[in-house]
């Protein structure tokens, strides 16, 4: 599936910028009244003026919540003038409404070999015994059980999992669940604690790859010994808005968290177009959010997507927006940005099946990239199992399944077809495939490198800078350059591979690149064992 710490008394202090309130003239309030409507409201300055909630209280709106240390507010209101209002203010960059402008889910250098030092966080190595483990292919793929010798994650070690929350009475998930810092995120204002409760169910399947606990139930998570908390992001139909997502980072960067999982697109569009007045609002408020994340020591993983498109040459783009009638034939270039994971610094994640060939060795090589992954030059940087019911199939997948396995709301039973469910008591898990897989197994192993190399005396409330646990997790893939040959049928409907053009611009999917970074695989396949140093 896919649709989608600095110091910060002295460093938000010095943001803090005193303005003069600016009136927004005579007869702001005019205009008729309508449906109430969320808006991002961006300033020009990285903080929020002095007086931004008397500016939109005389625009004819009022404040959800005032991110001041960006320079966003979340407001809403129902005055049709609004936007044309607030924007007289001479200190407003841009403004937007958020209805209409979401992505929906859909169903689809080799490092030092003697690594940096380990660092002083408490760490204990897992099992890998719980009764499911057998059906994890996707972790013996990328070599968790031989990592989880050396370590199973620390419990000082936080992810953020962006998504559509977690279900906080799963018994695999239960053991590792921080309540105190999960969030729920949908209306722009966070709602702590267990209001982040998973009505989605996506939400609790990327947790359970992330961090199932290794407890003897169901399955074990790529980092079973670290903590994870839900933020919830996306609503019960599966819509990221940005209120939502600048919500999720900004609490992500303020509660200590190490490592965010973003299985999703975030902004109005799937392309977000820098020459359009409101869509750049909305992205540039997005960019904030996600780099003020980073540089309180927030690791952010992203999955590409499943388009089957490169959206390093993107050009055209028919998704959106996905809630409403999506413009058709819209074009767009690389002024048109994918977020989040066509920002600086995340680690964008491209989705492959199981190993397809019938030779018995282990050749990365073997890996294909899952048939409905998107990927790209400049944003493909390692490729995780997604599954992939067509071309990655193989015993150890199931059969014809060819999917993730992984922890699911008993509460949604009815959402997961009884052919792809799993249960182990009173626990339910579903089979799922999509880049929306791939992320949570990246995300886990850069979990387990914070665990391994970080410090209790890290940087502020981050205990390792987020440059060096991306360098190590790229760092330490398994290359894979671009295949020589494609498969020309599979078992489910026989088709080629090259049948699956991308959804948008109908183009031929092509690998370009070399064998240590390529558009379909990046550095490669990541590799927990190597991560951790082994």
Same mark, same amino acid.
């Given at each position: ?118 660092? !002083? ?30 370590? +199973? ?163 055209? !783009? ?9 413009? !058709? ?184 690149? +070399? ?17 951790? +140093?082994?």
């Amino acid at each position: 599936m896919f649709r989608h710490r600095l110091v910060r008394s002295g460093v938000l202090a010095a943001l803090m910028v005193v303005a003069t309130v600016v009136a927004v003239g005579p007869g702001a309030n005019a205009g008729t009244t309508g449906a109430t409507q969320n808006y991002v409201v961006l300033y020009k300055s990285s903080a929020s003026p002095a007086g931004a909630a008397t500016a939109i209280q005389k625009a004819g709106g009022s404040v959800i919540y005032n991110y001041s240390q960006i320079g966003v507010v979340i407001a809403k209101s129902d005055n049709t003038a609004f936007r044309a209002n607030v924007m007289k203010d001479t200190r407003v960059e841009g403004a937007a409404s958020t209805a209409g402008f979401a992505t929906h889910l859909k169903e689809g250098v080799e490092a030092d070999a003697s690594g940096p030092p380990p660092g !002083d966080l408490p760490n204990a190595p897992a099992s890998d015994s719980d009764p499911l483990f057998g059906l994890q292919w996707d972790m013996r793929q990328i070599h968790t059980p031989e990592a989880h010798a050396i370590t +199973g994650g620390s419990p000082t070690v936080l992810v953020g999992d962006i998504d559509t929350g977690i279900d906080f009475t799963h018994p695999d998930l239960a053991p590792n669940i921080d309540v105190a810092n999960s969030a729920n995120c949908v209306s722009g204002a966070p709602d702590p604690g267990t209001a982040a409760q998973d009505d989605n169910g996506h939400g609790t399947h990327t947790a359970g790859t992330i961090a199932a606990a290794a407890n003897g139930i169901g399955i074990v998570g790529v980092a079973p010994n670290v903590k994870i908390a839900g933020i919830k992001a996306g609503n019960t139909d599966g819509f990221f808005f940005p209120e939502a997502v600048v919500c999720s980072f900004m609490w992500a960067a303020t509660h200590g968290v190490d490592v965010t999982n973003n299985s999703y697109f975030a902004d109005p569009w799937l392309f977000n177009c820098k020459n359009d007045p409101e869509q750049r609002a909305i992205w540039k408020a997005e960019q904030r959010a996600i780099k003020f994340a980073q540089q309180s020591g927030v690791t952010v993983v992203a999955s590409e997507g499943n388009q089957s498109e490169d959206i390093s040459h993107p050009t055209e !783009d028919d998704t959106s927006p996905d809630d409403t009638v999506p413009v !058709d034939g819209r074009r767009v270039t690389n002024a048109c940005l994918v977020i989040p994971v066509e920002l600086p610094g995340v680690i964008g994640v491209t989705a492959n099946g199981a190993n397809a060939q019938t030779d018995g060795d282990s050749d990365p090589n073997d890996y294909l990239k899952s048939y409905y992954s998107s990927f790209g030059i400049s944003t493909a940087d390692v490729v995780a199992p997604g599954g992939d019911r067509r071309y990655g199939i193989n015993p150890a997948a199931g059969a014809l399944n060819g999917r993730v396995l992984s922890t699911y709301p008993a509460s949604l039973a009815a959402t997961c077809p009884a052919s792809l469910t799993v249960t182990d008591g009173g626990a339910l898990y579903c089979y799922l495939q999509g880049t929306s897989m791939a992320g949570p197994h990246v995300a886990g192993v850069a979990a387990l490198v914070v665990s391994r190399y970080g410090s209790l005396a890290g940087p502020g409330n981050a205990t390792m800078q987020t440059g060096a646990v991306s360098s190590i997790v790229q760092g330490t893939a398994d290359a894979q350059p671009c295949p020589t040959a494609l498969p020309t049928t599979n078992p489910v409907d026989g088709v080629p591979y090259l049948s699956f053009v991308g959804v948008d611009d109908e183009q031929v999917q092509t690998c370009e690149g +070399g064998p240590g970074q390529n558009s379909w695989y990046g550095r490669g396949q990541v590799n927990a064992l190597k991560a951790v +140093g082994g």
